[in-house]
C-alpha cells in the first residue's frame, strides 16, 4: 500500500492570495516544463521562470523536486485541494501587525486549528486594542472595548470604591 504524503504550508504562505498566487506560479513552472519536454532538442527552449521566495519555501518545507513528474503533480493536486477547502480567518487589528507576531499567530492557528488555515489581516483602527475575528460562520470581537464594556459594571464598581471617580446619574 502506498504511503501518501503530508502535504505542509510554510509560515510565509498567510493569506488565500498567497495561496491562489503560487497555486499560478507551479501551474506556470509545469507548463514550462512540460514544454520542454515536448520539444525537440532543436527548437528554442522556454526560459525557465524564477521562482519566488514563497515557493522556494514550499518547496523547501515539503523536500519536493518539482523536476520530477509525479512530485509536481503531487503538489498541484495538494494546492488545488487546500485553496479549494482550507479555513479562512479574517483578522482586524487596530494597526499593521509585524511579520514576527504574524508568523507565531500563524503556527498557532495551524497548530490549533488547521494545518492549511490562512488570514487575511484587515485593519480597524476604531477598535482600539486587540483584534476581531471572522469565519465563514462566526465573529468574535477581542477588542480592549468590547472587553471593557462587558466588565463595566465591575470597573465603574471599583472606580467608586477607590474614590477616584464617582458615577454620574443618568450614566448607562
Same mark, same amino acid.
Given at each position: ?21 503560487? &497555486? ?35 518547496? !523547501? ?30 483578522? $482586524?487589528?487596530?494597526?499593521?501587525? $509585524?511579520? &514576527? ?24 483602527? $476604531? ?13 468574535? @470581537? ?11 459594571? !465591575?470597573?465603574? &464598581?471599583?472606580? @467608586?470604591?477607590?474614590?477616584?471617580? &464617582?458615577?454620574?446619574?443618568?450614566? $448607562?
Amino acid at each position: 500500500m502506498a504511503h501518501e504524503r503530508t502535504f505542509k504550508l510554510p509560515l510565509s504562505i498567510v493569506s488565500p492570495g498567497d495561496l491562489r498566487r503560487i &497555486k499560478r506560479e507551479v501551474d506556470e513552472l509545469c507548463d514550462t516544463l512540460l514544454q520542454m519536454e515536448l520539444r525537440e532538442g532543436g527548437q528554442k527552449q522556454p526560459k525557465m521562470p524564477k521562482t519566488s521566495r514563497q515557493l522556494d519555501d514550499l518547496i !523547501e518545507v515539503n523536500k519536493a523536486n518539482l523536476l520530477v513528474k509525479d512530485e509536481r503533480e503531487a503538489l498541484v493536486k495538494a494546492l488545488n485541494e487546500i485553496v479549494d477547502k482550507s479555513p479562512v480567518l479574517h483578522m $482586524s487589528f487596530s494597526a499593521e501587525p $509585524s511579520t &514576527k507576531f504574524l508568523d507565531k499567530l500563524i503556527f498557532y492557528i495551524r497548530d490549533s486549528i488547521s494545518p492549511y488555515a490562512v488570514v487575511t489581516v484587515g485593519l480597524a483602527p $476604531s477598535i482600539g486594542a486587540g483584534c476581531m475575528v471572522r469565519t465563514a460562520n462566526k465573529f468574535f @470581537d477581542l477588542s480592549l472595548k468590547q472587553t471593557l464594556i462587558g466588565h463595566r459594571a !465591575e470597573l465603574i &464598581k471599583e472606580l @467608586d470604591t477607590s474614590g477616584i471617580v &464617582k458615577p454620574v446619574e443618568g450614566a $448607562s
